[in-house]
Every structure is written in structure tokens, then in C-alpha cells.
């Protein structure tokens, strides 16, 4: 699928020229000046491609000298960050897959930079993996104060953690905001209902979806929820659960993108 | 943010890959077999003209018999197949000695052809067969005093007896014509006793070592050379045979003087003499490799995003790329010469290497005596413009297209079709090649002050055209690199 997701990434990072507009990190023009710009930038591109000849350690070694100041001590405690410390010295040949992906962010973020850009770092990684990925990532944007942006085509994965989306779609920007309030725009106030019987409400309480026998959806404000409890009741309808049903970062992308339409 | 440190990177991305040491263990184990090849090479038959064979010898008696001396048609290969069964039955008796054998190949064998032509020849003449056969006798008996002076003592009487009688004959003449032919033979006959009183001197035996080589040599390039004499103006092709005549003189001479065989190759110093011309191919194969794959590894496995997203510019990279594959010169050549020598040193001696490299010299007329390792050091000097641009073609064609198969395969047809093209080049003299890469990159023509390939050639135009060659190379590859979208790995 080509949305222009990795084009962006790289785009950011310099990788492919800028044709119209132009990217700038912590104030510094990307294609202008770009080694003020990537200094403070970690990144994985696509996969996490390492020196496979060599051990992990070797290659954060590799990375290390590149930069200015990057201790032992830093590296150490980077690998004991990605829990790769009993691994480090083996091959990255002999790598699974996903600690490759944690050895490409170690490299990442050994110089301490300010912003993370990780292109699908879950990409192929099992459910565990994946736990453990977001687990790390957002120790990351607490501890160490990073800004992590991420590249994924998994909404489920993004809505767990993100904060901000962007939404891309052939190559166009639709919606840059936060993603609460993304969902804020998007869902309705929808509320769930659990009663006995669902045939003697429809009597009472008009515009409501029914769902089965005893279930039913019905769109109303939250102030609005007690005074229709208080309705049921009245009419001794027996309630077992009333919640407020949200939308998901997906049925929110659809609605804004206009369908599942993907070319 | 510096250069060194992408270097230094660079270098360890090499050092920790299995590639750099696996081939050099391959130009380890072929140095040692070369070694070795070129230690048994020489051993064979000292007496290069005599291969006294029973078995062929007797196949020539059958043939012998076949034939009829009576018979006009058969009675010249009657005549030379005897002759020639002879002659080795006489050099079988006398193999103790190899002057011996030289003295019968040279002065009696064309007696025994003489006499059997006598002999069984259209006209018969038995009193030249005897006289002839006197003439052998006499030969055979001064064989078997076994002086091989009496000879080189003979030869020089005889010299200075025709001198006298061509200086006689000069003062009697006035014709131009006659004169110079005098003159020639003159030379001729000099040389001649020149070289009986060196083989007096020096007691060289007749034979054919080094030193008889030298004689032989000496007197060709006499010979040659006083046909020189006579040319008022030399095309550039006669003076470069000229040239070559010259070199060969001083040489010959210089051996003879001091006896030192200076172009034996079975020595550590005669095979590091060579040293570019047995074993160059191995490095520029070493070299090659790494510059055709030290930027396109990079692209290919997807690593180069790692170095382009660090501080440094695109031109830094790709210079500390390059800055590597000339350090892998310097370390490979080094690396070769070390091991070549430990190798020929073990297999040959280590003495030699106290022994000069000799070489004429065209702008003083002199043999200048160097270093073996003065003289490594001129030769790499003179052959690294070749190394280099050869690293530079597969180091540009390796990130112009990606691919390091194309780089290596392209720089090493460069470096096979070189020697071809320049032969075709100055053999159909063409005059526009002089300016072409292969005719320039080799400095070592310049290095005894001869002349080059062609007129108007010279060392500094050559290294002006290398550097051209090279900044053709490089300046668009700093270009493509620095512009190059990072596509889809």
C-alpha cells in the first residue's frame, strides 16, 4: 500500500529530497542544515537494518564513535533499556527479529536525542513482542523525555498509546490532532443498555438500536442517562449494566477518511 | 564530528568481516606456491644445447639406414642426420666439461658437416676429407689437455692478427666505401678481443651461464649499435631499438665486471625486483574488491540508512569511503611485500637482499646500483597511479549503479585489456593514445630516464592526466551520491 508513510519518514530524515514545502527539527531546516537538524533525531528506516557480521555491541560500538561523549556507561545502560544484556555480544545475525527491532532502537537512542522516529516497530513482531515494544516505548517518553513518532498502518496498536495522530491517506495529510480529540469528534454520545426484555422498552423509549432480546443502543447525552433510568424502572423494567460505548481510533479513521475505501 | 572517526569506523567494518582475511590467506598460499615454482623452475639441464637422448639418437641411426648416400634426392638429409649423430656421440664423450661442449658446438661441428658433405656429397673430395678430419684431430687432442684457455688464447692472437692486417689494409686504400667497411670490421674484430682478453681475465670457461649470456649479449648490442653509427637522423622507433641496444651494452659489461649475475630471478632479490609485475594482479584484486563493495554493500543491505541519518554530510561519508580504500592500498601492499618476503626469504635465503638492484641509468650513462628496498619503494611510487585509479573506477561504478559485481568485473577487464591496448597503441603508433589512461598510469617507464612510449610523453604530463582521469571518476560520483534519493531496500 502506498500512503507515503516511509516516503514521509524519510522525507523527514533527509533520506529523499524535498520537492515543495520543508521540514524542520528543534528549529533547524532539514535540507539546509541538516547536521544541526539530525543531531538530536534517532530513527529506524523501514527495517531495522544492522551489520549483521557484527555483535550487538559492536554495532552500538559503531554508532557510538559517530558521536560526541556516548560512555560505556551510556551504552551499557541503553542495552540493560532494551533488555538485550544477556544477548549483546552474540551476532546480530543470530537475532530474532525482535531484538534486531530493539537493537535498531538502542542505536537509536543512545545519543540521548529528543525525537525517536521508529518506522512500524511492531512490524512482524509476535503478540509478546509487541507487548514488550509498547512497554519500552513508552518507559522511553516518560523517562527519557523523548518524542516518538511512530509510522504504522495498525490503528489498534496506535490507539493503545499514542497521544497524537496524523492521518495519511494517498499521500495527503486528512487530520493532525490529538487522538481524544479525534474520538471526541467523531463518536456520538452512544450508550449501552443490558435489560430483561427488550420488547416492552420499545414501548417506553423511542430511537433506540436494538442490539438482541435484552440488548439495546440508544443515542443520548450522558446528563440524559439517569432520567432514562429512571424511566425503565418506573415501568419496572429490570437494568443490569448501563455504559457508554466509545469509538475506536479505527471506526474513527473510517469515518474521517470516508469508508474503507484504500487504494 | 569528524573525518576520523568515519574513517575509523570504515576500518573496523572491514577488519571484522571474514572477506579480508580469508583472501589474504588465498594470496598467502598462492605466493607460497609461486615461490616454490619459481625455485624449481631453474633447476633443469644447465647445458641448455645439449640433450644427449639414446633413444632419439638411435631412431636417427633407423632413419640413417632407410637412406642411400648414392641418391641425389636423399643424400642432404643423409649428410645432416649424420652430421648431427655425430656431433652427439662427440659431445657424449666429452660432457665432463661444459666448455667442452660449447667448444664443439661452436667451432667443431661445422667441420663435421664440411667433411661429410666431402665425403658422400655431388663433389667428392678425399684429400679436404682428410685435411679435415686433421682439423678435428687437432681440435679433439686440445680438447683433452683440458685447458679451455688455449682456446680464448688462440681466439685473441687471431684478433689481434686481423687487426694488424685491417690497419694495414686501411692505410693502402683512399675509397670512402672501402674505408667505412674496414672500419665496421674494425669494431667487429675489437670486440672479439676484447671479450678473449675478458674471458682471460675474469677466467670465464665457454658455456652458456650468465656470463656467456652477457658475452653473447654484448657483442649483439655492439653489432647493433655500430649499425647505428652511420644514420644521421633516428626515427623515434630506431631510437628507442638504440636505446634498448644501449641498456643492454652497459649491462653486459656491468656483469662481466663484476660478475654479479643481476638479472637472476631465482633469488628473494631478483623475484622482489619484480615484485609489481609477478605479483600486482593479487592486489589490485584485493583492492578492487573492496573498493567496488565498500559503498554498495551499504545499499544493499540496507545499512547505509544507518550512516546517512547521523551528523555528518553526505560528502563526509562518502570521503571517509573513499579515504578508506586508499588506506586498503597502503595496508594490502604492505601486507603482500611482508609476506613475499618472509615467504621468498625462507625459500630462497634472506641473503640476497644485501645484494643492489642494478639498472642503467639514460640520463647519466651510468649502471646505478639501489636498495632492494629503496627500489620496493620506487616501484610502488610508480605503480600506485594504476592501483589507485583502478580503485577509483570500481569505488565510482560501485555507487553509481549499485552493484559490486559490475565494479569489480569492469576494473578488472581494465586492468587485462591495459597491457593489450597499449600494445596495439605503440605497435600501429597511434599518436592520440598517448593521451589515454593505460599508456599514463604505469610511471615506471620514467623511472631510469628512457624513453616513453611515444614522443611527447613525459612523467609529469602523465600524472596530470592520471589526476584528470581521477577527478573525472570522482567528482561526478560525490555528485550522484550526495543527490541519491534513499529508494526502498
Known sequence: MVHGKTTTIKLIL???????GKVTINGYDIEKEFTHAIKKVGAIVENPDMYMYLSGYQNLKLVANLYKGITTERIDKVVKLVKLENRIHDKVSKYSLGMRQRLGIAQAILHEPNLLILDEPTNGLDPEGIKEMRELLVDLATKEKMAILISSH???ELDNFCTKVCIIKNGEVIETSEISEIKKETSQDLQLFEVDDVNRVKNIIRDMIVIDNHRFKINVSKEEVPEMIEKLVENKIKIYEVKQEEKTLEEAFFEKTGGNVIE | MSLSNLVKNELIKIFK????YITMVVIFLLLIFMNCMFKYANGGSEYDYYLYNENYINSLRCELETLNPEKSSDVTTYINLLSEIQLSEMMEQHKDAEWKLAIINERIAPYITERNTYQYGAEKNEAQVQEINQEIDALLAKLDENDWKYFAREDLAKAEQQIEELNAQKEQTEDKAVLENLETELDNVQMEKEIAEIRLNKEIPYGTNYLNRAISNLQTANNSLANFKNIEELTY???LEYNSNLEDQAESRYILETGRDIHNTNTLKGILENFYAQFGIFLIV???MIAGTIVSEEFNKGTIKLLLVKPYTRNKILMAKAITTFIMIIFIIVVTLVMQILIGGIIFGFDSLSEPV???NFNTNTMEEMNIFANLGVQTLTQL??????????FAISTFFNNSTLA??????GYMAASIINQLAIGYDLQFMKYFVTMNWDLSIYANGDLPYMEGMSMTMSIIICVVYFLIMMIPTFIVFKKRNIKNI
Open chain 1, 14 to 20: 533527509g533520506l529523499q529530497s524535498i520537492t515543495s
Open chain 1, 154 to 156: 495498525n490503528l489498534a
Open chain 2, 17 to 20: 568481516k571474514k572477506t579480508i
Open chain 2, 237 to 239: 622507433q630506431e631510437r
Open chain 2, 286 to 288: 584485493v583492492v578492487v
Open chain 2, 358 to 360: 642494478v639498472a642503467y
Open chain 2, 385 to 394: 597511479p594504476m592501483i589507485i585509479l583502478l580503485a577509483t573506477l570500481a
Open chain 2, 408 to 413: 569489480i568485473t569492469i576494473s578488472l577487464l
